[in-house]
């Protein structure tokens, strides 16, 4: 299957500083990336879908000023959780649409956040 | 709006073969996906169907009715390393966007 990276894949920070993610589809070019939050024992949630070349698609209740997403290139999409706070800590995890197997998104695997 | 219902937990013999169900009801379909989860790791692609049927890929299948909203994963001669989540994840019309249902924690025992 395609592959899909993610950097870092673990990340400790301040209450209040910033932190940038990124993702990465590695073998094919993806117009369309997703970003995902899992807290534990749950499922995944969507936050917003990443387009190139153009504005992000937010979820409802996810507030796009704090989960700033920048999409410049067919190949990488990333998030910058602004002015953390422990509540933001979380598994986030990003996906990249291939289009060439049905369009299944492909999955990275993971940046697991810790705020303090 | 959309529901996907996967039952919670399952618990199998190593050797034998399980069979996840997952009931949908969506505003739109474009296609159903399975992917497995091992507990602090991302979720990987299992299985795709857009079509009534069944699609077997290796000791993995899976079936989808769309006129019942239903699909299932079989896994036969299950692995040790076969306990993970499996998570059913629906595709809407528009957007590419899929939801995922709650999963379904699957325990492997000798």
């Known amino acids: 299957g395609a592959v899909v990276s993610q950097h870092p894949s673990r990340v400790i920070c301040k209450s209040g500083t910033s932190v940038k993610i990124e993702c990465r589809s590695l073998d094919f070019q993806a117009t369309t990336m997703f970003w995902y939050r899992q807290f534990p024992k749950q499922s995944l949630m969507l936050m917003a879908t990443s387009n190139e070349g153009s504005k992000a698609t937010y979820e409802q209740g996810v507030e796009k000023d704090k989960f700033l997403i920048n999409h410049a290139s067919l190949t990488l999409s990333t998030l910058t959780v602004t002015s953390a706070h422990p509540e933001d800590s979380s598994f986030y995890i990003c996906?990249?649409?291939?289009?060439?197997?049905?369009?299944?998104?492909?999955f990275g695997p993971g940046t697991r956040l810790l705020v303090l | 709006g959309q529901n996907i219902d996967q039952p919670t937990e399952m618990t199998a013999t190593e050797g034998a073969i399980v069979q996840i169900n997952c009931t949908y009801q969506t505003s739109g379909f474009n296609g159903l996906f399975w992917y497995q989860q091992h507990a602090g790791e991302a979720p990987t692609f299992l299985s795709y169907?857009?079509?009534?049927g069944l699609e077997e890929k290796g000791r993995f299948s899976s079936f989808l009715s769309r006129s019942k909203g239903y699909s299932y994963l079989l896994l036969k001669e299950l692995q040790m390393k076969d306990s993970a989540s499996y998570l059913c994840a629906v595709r809407g019309l528009y957007g590419n966007k899929l939801v995922f249902g709650a999963g379904t924690i699957l325990r492997v025992k000798s």
């Open positions: 169907n857009v079509l009534d």
């Open positions: 996906s990249a649409r291939d289009l060439r197997v049905g369009e299944t998104q492909y």
